[in-house]
């Protein structure tokens, strides 16, 4: 599985943005997809995750009530709505796949992962 992520770019607090990440492969609807977050310097930061389905979905506390993971297996493509966002939200995003059902916030436990989009709020 490649993953593509697309839709970074340079907002003002309390914008929103949505992020894409486009996956290549057959079995993109076996796959539990996340999104994380990384800054320099900084351990990677577990997001959000979403099962096959869409039946099962976690968020960290940090962003959840503003941020909402979706996919469309039709497309292979997940999505991440990010609104009301903040300057502390400003990081790298990216997408990530593991094979199975099961929801998991470790990075460890995903197999695949795309190249990052930038994501930078301004004050």
Known sequence: VQLVESGGGLVQAGDSLRL???ASGRTFSSHTMGW???NPGKEREFVAAITWNG???YYADS???RFTISRDNAKNTVYLQMNSLK???TAVYYCAAK???VL???GDDYEFWGQGTQVTVSS
């Open 20 to 22: 894409s990440c486009a």
């Open 36 to 38: 994380f977050r990384q």
């Open 55 to 57: 039946g099962d979905i």
């Open 63 to 65: 962003v959840k009530g």
């Open 87 to 89: 300057p502390e939200d």
């Open 99 to 101: 094979w199975g059902w």
């Open 104 to 106: 998991s916030e470790g």
